[in-house]
């Protein structure tokens, strides 16, 4: 028998995008580069969100192999993410529709090229905008989602922040909007709510989940961080990236101000990613996470993470009064 407040929690939390997505709850994991692989994703699915496989700059038959491994560990939907400054952008683009997953949201730049093959494959497409006028644009083109996300976000960021982003996202279009970046917790779910968002993806805090496969290191980082310990590098190149201070950022951000080329900036984060989450070098990798880092304070099963924030905004949102 379904308790009381299973049922007010249901009801209230059940919106456009857990309807399209055929999802509990209104939680979407983000397709992180390098950290979302099949464990993290498909374990997110299983406890009733929606967890994205991140193809980051990964070859298309790394994905494919992604895709049937999560199928294994649950019979749930997920998606993938692709990134699309990834020169495998196209291979992966293609593969994502041959293999029909339930979803595909983008990042990095503009998908509309990609829009009528992933539609016509039944694909549920949600790009990340971080302008209305992308927004606006997908819309257009015949995005079912968006995922406005505000520069609190880890990794490459936009200029708006997740408190005006999202409610400007909201009147500019028809289509049921997700929030993210900067939300961790209950208090940010809901107050994304109150924004007009149906939605939440949350990227920092599944990193540190149990089923993350990222070096001890990395979620060492993560917890240990205070609420100013998030740096933006490459301000100057076009590709602002956030991630956690550390002597790579502080390099990075003096090589910055002296202005020296970009080829001498790229070739400190050079597979500095790949350092930090696999190496768990966290001095001189570089080691993405949200400015809502400070918040998160332990290693938690994404069933954990998901069932505590639902519990907490049932009890924010008053639903048992
Ligand atoms: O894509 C992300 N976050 C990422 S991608 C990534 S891998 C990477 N690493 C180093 C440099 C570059 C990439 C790490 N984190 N988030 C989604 C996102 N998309 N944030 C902002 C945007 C965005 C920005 C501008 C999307 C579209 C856009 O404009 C496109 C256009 O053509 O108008």
């Not at 905008?129 to 995005?143: H, I």
């Not at 956690?244 to 900036?265: A, D």
């Not at 190496?279 to 993470?305: P, Y």
């Amino acid at each position: 028998m379904p308790q009381n407040s299973d049922i007010g929690r249901v009801e209230i939390m059940e919106t456009r995008v857990t309807r399209l997505l055929g999802i509990k709850y209104p939680i979407i994991q983000g397709g992180m580069a390098w950290v979302a692989n099949a464990e993290l994703a498909a374990n997110v699915s299983k406890a009733g969100g929606f967890g994205f496989i991140g193809a980051a700059n990964a070859p298309a038959e790394w994905v494919r192999g992604e895709i049937e491994r999560a199928r294994q560990i649950t019979d749930k939907p997920f998606g993938v993410n692709v990134m699309l400054l990834s020169e495998h952008a196209d291979e992966v683009a293609q593969v994502v529709a041959e293999e029909k997953v339930s979803a595909v949201s983008t990042g990095a730049g503009n998908p509309g090229k990609y829009m009528k093959m992933w539609k016509d494959a039944g694909i549920k497409v949600m790009p990340v905008v971080a302008s209305v006028a992308l927004a606006k644009l997908m819309e257009r083109a015949g995005a079912d989602m968006v995922i406005a996300e505000g520069m609190e976000s880890g990794g490459h960021i936009g200029e708006q922040t997740t408190m005006t982003l999202v409610p400007q996202v909201v009147d500019a279009v028809d289509i049921p909007v997700v929030a993210a970046g900067g939300i961790a917790d209950a208090r940010g779910l809901c107050a994304a709510f109150m924004l007009g968002a149906e939605a939440v993806q949350m990227g920092t805090r599944f990193v540190v989940a149990k089923e993350s496969t990222v070096h001890k290191q990395y979620k060492e980082r993560v917890i240990s961080a205070r609420d100013i310990d998030s740096v933006v590098t490459g301000r100057s190149t076009g590709h602002p990236v956030r991630s956690l201070r550390n002597e790579m950022t502080r390099q990075y951000l003096e090589m910055e101000k002296q202005n020296v080329s970009f080829e001498e900036l790229e070739h400190l984060t050079l597979g500095a990613l790949r350092k930090a989450v696999v190496d768990g070098d966290v001095k001189m990798g570089t080691v993405m996470a949200g400015q809502i880092a400070g918040l998160i304070k332990k290693e938690q099963t994404c069933e954990e993470i998901i069932t505590e924030i639902m519990d907490k905004a049932e009890e924010l949102l008053k639903l048992n009064a």
